[in-house]
């Protein structure tokens, strides 16, 4: 009798209503994919509890399924409905495999999921707008699939959210206005190689913990909101090639103390090269090349500790090359071809010893164009 009582709750574990549905709903997805490599089908057996298998993690009990991640395998097949019924998961991913189809709507079902990764696929349709039911969510990573359609407004309830990643879709229309006034927690926004239309939504600059903005590769117009340039934990702003326009603020309301990436190439920016990025003493790398900035090139770029690259080609700037930018011997790249600059190549460059890349190529340069760097001559280009 005492036997059968201490053997009792294990019989229940194992045959339990929610074991068998998390049971199920795994051996549905394995239907559902082929494995060349042969993996599921040599671990996923009845013999072995399904807690054990590769791939599949669970909670301390060893009933609920709590992780799914299949990351560089060669999966190919969908994605089965069946995994919403897996109530206790807090980790689905599944990336870079070859699923394709579309994702199943009863993935936003899934009330503790925190973590979903559908990455690198052949994923295809509409983005579900019921993802936006998963509260709990932290990260959402679509990136490198075939998704079409709008972002869904949806997307807005997700206000545990802190990495939202949908770049290198088809993904068209608008970003929804609202999408970011719940979303408060968010560090990092990538919804870059789209087809995104329309303005930057203003409310992007009430997320005070962003520290990563790639909206590059899309259709976007309009000035950028100018809250979007006073941003404290801001680490980097990625918008190249789009169709945005007008000047970017002054030094009064230029505040990102923390920039390292700042690239706008490619867009009809105008007005003098932002005199606020002086103050961004951690900035790496500045791209502003194909727009319409005036003015001279400016002399504290050479005062910045850490820059190591200036792209400012294919401007309308003027003046003389600045001969300070000589004393930057961290400087990797420099390219202020096709402006309207003057006067001679300082001779001083030769003292950029760490220098790879130079071009003063179609301005008005004149004099020699041969740069004397480490004892060896690198020709402007």
Partial sequence: MVLLI?????????????????????????????????????????SAPFCSWIGVSCDSSGQWVTGLEFEDMALQGTISPQLGNLSFLSSLVLSNTSLMGPVPNELGRLPQLQNLDLSYNSLSGTIPSILGNLTRLESLNLNSNKFVGGIPQELENLNNLQILRLSNNDLSRPIPQGLFNNTLSLS???????????????SIGSLSKLE??????????DPMPAAIFNMSYLQAIAVTRNNLR????GNESFHLPMLEVFS?????????????????RNLDAISLAVNN???????????????????????????NIPVELSNHTGLLALDLSQNKLEGKIPPEFGQLRNLRYISFA???????NRVWINRKSITQK
């Fill in 6 to 46: 201490l053997l009792a709750p294990c019989t229940t574990a194992l045959t339990s209503p929610s074991n068998t549905k998390d049971l199920a709903a795994l051996l549905e997805f394995k239907a559902q994919v082929k494995d060349p490599n042969g993996i599921l089908a040599s671990n996923w057996t009845a």
């Fill in 188 to 202: 990092i926004i990538r919804l870059g190689s789209n087809r995104l239309t329309g303005e930057i939504p203003g």
């Fill in 212 to 221: 990563m903005l790639v909206l590059e590769n899309n259709l976007l117009s």
């Fill in 246 to 249: 007008g000047p970017i603020p």
């Fill in 264 to 280: 706008l190439n490619e867009n009809w920016f105008k007005g003098p090269i932002p005199s606020g990025l002086s103050k961004c």
């Fill in 293 to 319: 900035f005036t003015g001279s090139v400016p002399s504290w770029l050479a005062t910045m500790p850490n820059l190591t690259r200036i792209y400012l080609s294919t401007n309308e700037l003027t003046g």
């Fill in 362 to 368: 179609n301005n008005r340069i004149t004099g020699t």
